[in-house]
């Protein structure tokens, strides 16, 4: 289906959320359709490890210090993976955005997306490797700010939210020069900051305030199988010591870990498209009309890097 989105453009701060929107409406049958194909498996995955893990708890027994260390582990284990799941998607949601930048279409699926993702992970794993380096670096400094924020009452906590989506937005941005081929893995994070330096305020705001409405909706819509859940489990097993002796407890409390998953892997998944949508308005801005050709004698890579 072709879209008649137009990415490429400067966009004010008013403009990131309707824009969100117009383009949520337009791809959220096809991206959810898409990137959950590719979930089945994973959440399948996680729902055998939270059941697994309730194998383990029984309130009214009493454990030993290996028992207890054995739950924690396996509890830390499935975060974890949880974590490395979430990472991977957002990657795939990004590959999702590339293809659908490119084509301005919906005439793509989940084998194109994961065939993409699949030939580019080394792009992805160095990146990674790199974050990390830089997220040491501007630790203390972030930390430092976000101390302050915490001691300026109602709005110091609006500040440090809208700080780590400033945060945010700069390493996708970064990522995706050299995603690209713009710049070399020690030049897309300079580059990606000259990039957004002049509207990294108006950007941060812009993220956070979309992620905020998005994690709303999305606890909002989660909120009746929860609820449903939780009334099964009340009027079928009780909120008792026995909860997880049975097979029926287990299960429930393994779909309610299950839906938890998803929510937090639908949410990376869905942020990439702010994101991407402040990439393409930063890169029009900073570029101009020939944003490709002139981001390419810049500084784009070598072929065989």
């Given at each position: 289906m072709e879209l008649n989105f137009e990415f490429k453009k400067e966009r004010k701060l008013g403009e990131f959320v309707q824009d969100f929107v117009d383009l949520l409406k337009l791809v959220i049958r096809h991206f959810c359709a898409t990137l959950f194909k590719l979930a089945v498996v994973p959440l399948a995955m996680m729902l055998l490890l939270f059941y697994y893990l309730t194998t383990k708890i029984n309130f009214g027994a009493d454990f030993s210090e290996a028992d207890l260390f054995a739950i924690w582990s396996l509890f830390f284990a499935i975060v974890g993976v949880l974590i490395i799941l979430a990472i991977i998607f957002f990657g795939i949601a990004i590959e999702y955005f590339i293809l659908l930048r490119n084509h301005n279409s919906t005439d793509f699926g989940s084998t194109e997306v994961w065939s993409n993702f699949k030939s580019h992970i080394g792009i992805y794993l160095r990146f990674f490797g790199a974050a990390v380096i830089v997220s040491l670096i501007i630790a203390l400094p972030v930390f430092i700010v976000m101390v302050i924020a915490s001691f300026i009452p109602i709005i110091g906590s609006f500040l440090a939210g809208i700080l780590m989506s400033c945060v945010s937005v700069w390493f996708f941005c970064a990522f995706m020069l050299y995603r690209e081929g713009y710049y070399t893995l020690t030049a897309c994070f300079t580059s990606a900051f000259d990039m957004l330096r002049k509207k990294i305020f108006d950007y941060?705001?812009?993220?956070?305030?979309?992620?905020?409405?998005?994690?709303?909706?999305?606890?909002?819509?989660?909120?009746?199988?929860?609820?449903?859940?939780?009334?099964?489990?009340?009027?079928?097993?009780?909120?008792?010591?026995?909860?997880f002796d049975t097979f029926s407890g287990k299960l429930?409390?393994?779909?309610?870990?299950?839906?938890?998953?998803?929510?937090?892997?639908?949410s990376y998944m869905f942020s990439v498209l702010i994101s991407g949508l402040i990439y393409e308005s930063a890169k029009e801005?900073?570029?101009?009309?020939?944003i490709y050709e002139t981001i390419a004698n810049?500084?784009?890579?070598?072929?065989?890097?």
């Open positions: 941060g705001v812009s993220s956070y305030i979309v992620s905020a409405i998005f994690q709303i909706l999305l606890m909002m819509m989660s909120l009746v199988p929860v609820l449903v859940l939780g009334l099964i489990a009340y009027n079928t097993i009780g909120f008792d010591d026995h909860f429930i409390a393994s779909l309610g870990g299950t839906i938890f998953a998803m929510i937090m892997i639908t801005i900073r570029f101009g009309e020939n810049l500084g784009r890579r070598a072929d065989e890097q």
